[in-house]
């Protein structure tokens, strides 16, 4: 197990000037490797193909990327199942193209942010093997979660925990001697056992991990699932639901298998093992808890230093919620000394054009990805996502942006079933529409193959007929794109530190109006239907084209203006 951690030979490039704290008001743009380019032309995305395009992010004017996983995999669950924590999968490319990456950003005064998966490994993974053909009670078996099956015959599984992919999480093996044995745990597929993280071959295990990329200047790494390590002692029956939420009888901070008091020793021990490089390498949290003052405990001055916000991710177009998420999430991060982050879009969730483009909110309640046939208006969906990426883009604290959304992508929502790859999909025959849909890989040239994904023109999953229109060259052409949007309002935000700013709400008379102050910016969004006055004298952003006309606010648009100075706003 033993992983060689000498820095590179030829050393990382250097990183963009330290600044103290650089991440507490960054945007982090994510790119999903398998469909971000595709320097080799066989359908999948690959380190050559970012490397290559890098320029077009710091032209948007991002400060970091953050790659979700290029390591050797199985792909059973789009490379969160990984088989070696310290190379690059050959579909991706080489160590060396990743050193690249980490070149060609720095120099351009990007960071990045490498995804860690520490929660579960592949099956196919050496120590995984190893496990499987070592006796029940040994070392090796340890390092997961191997116990005896209930029943008569141990014919059932240990105890009743549900996979978050469908169906039992745990899965029975056959012993070396071809009986049938004990069984493990894995949250998610069969494929990705649970690592035991009260083994100490795992904690030493990913200390090497880390000190491994930390040597080939990552600037640091997005946590996986980072809630869900430690699990309760003795693995007690539950019966909630597979994500930890609460259901009936079972509220969701007693899930035995989230947020467990011990998972937080091992962040304070990354954490001390990161400043050993310097003060600029960070930990961002997935930890997908609610509400926000538990996920607010991963960022605790000795833990991580971002983690994701899921309640803004998954608040509705709604003046009120927005406004209570906005003011929740600054006063539980800000209550830790930690800045919030904002996101709208992942690889895990439907695009937030397309959610915001549904005609009736309960007609996909539940379950991953939209059906084909669900009622939608798309031009509402664009309009609301622009306005909505317009009030993100002025809130004080980081940003997390998903590749494609500065384009306006909305989901793919007809991609043929025998083409569909997420195991949400497959382990549950379909019910599940799953994660698809928001990976398709981006278009970059209207009119080349695949525009411009590759030359090839292949694609690992279909790229819609109609996306010519959606390409960055047309949108980069054109003043009142997608593109032009984000690009205005990053630089802006830049300039005017809004991201290091503070937020004062400022009186609207409608309710369904936000309006706050940040800094020189008066940001005000009209979330109801009519428009609604709005007077300044300078306007500094629009997030459609004459979204303010006769000092009036158009309905689904969003403002900045200079803020008049000793204005008589009143708090609201
Ligand atoms: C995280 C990832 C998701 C993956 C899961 C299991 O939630 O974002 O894509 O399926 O973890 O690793």
Known sequence: MAIDVAPRADG??????????????????????RSFADGDGDGTGDLMGIGDRLPALAELGVDAVWLSPFYP???????YDVSDYCDVDPAFG??????????????????????????????????????????????????FHFRDGRGEHGELPPNDWQSHFGGSAWTRVTEPDGRPGQWYLHLFDPTQPDFNWDS?????????????????????????????LVKAPGLPDWGGRADGASSPGFPGHEAPMFDQPGVHAVYERWRERLERWGPDRILCAEANVAPLERAAKWVRPREMHQAFNFAYLHAPWDAV?????????????????????WVLSNHDVVRHATRFALVDAAHVAHGHGFRADTPLDPERGERRARAATALMLALPGAVYLYQGEELGLPEVLDIPDDQRHDPYFLRSGGAVVGRDGCRVPIPWEAHAP???????????????????????????????STLALYTHALATRKVLGLGAGSLRWVRADEPAVLAFVNG?????????????????????????????????????????FRAPAGTGLTEG
């Not at 995999?73 to 490379?79: E, F, L, Y």
């Not at 590759?454 to 960055?472: D, E, V």
């Not at 940001?523 to 007077?535: G, I, K, M, W």
């Open 520 to 560: 020189e910016v008066l940001v005000v969004a009209n979330l109801s239907d009519h428009p609604v006055p709005a007077e300044a004298d300078e306007i500094v952003l629009e997030s459609v084209p004459g979204a303010v006309s006769d000092g009036l606010l158009a309905p689904d648009a969003t403002a900045w």
């Open 450 to 480: 695949a525009y411009g994904f590759n030359g090839s023109g292949s694609s690992w999953l279909p790229q819609p007929a109609q996306w010519a229109r959606y390409a960055r060259d047309v949108q980069g052409a054109e003043p009142t």
């Open 200 to 228: 100490e071959d795992v904690l030493t295990f990913f200390d090497e991990v880390l000190d491994f990329w930390l040597a080939r200047g990552v600037d640091g790494f997005r946590v996986d699932v980072a809630h869900a």
């Open 321 to 341: 919620a927005l406004r209570r998420v906005i003011d929740e999430s600054l006063a539980a991060f800000g209550g830790v000394g930690a800045p919030s982050t």
């Open 73 to 79: 995999s199985p792909q059973r669950d789009g490379g």
């Open 94 to 143: 080489t160590l060396a193209d990743l050193d690249r990456v980490v070149d060609v950003a720095h120099a351009h005064g990007l960071r990045v942010i490498i995804d860690l998966v520490p929660n579960h490994c592949s099956s196919d993974h050496p120590m995984f093997r190893a496990a499987l053909a070592a006796p029940p009670d040994s070392r090796e078996r340890a390092r």
């Open 12 to 33: 990382p490039a250097d990183t963009p000037v330290p600044q103290r704290d650089w991440w507490r008001d960054a945007v982090v743009y994510q790119v999903y490797p």
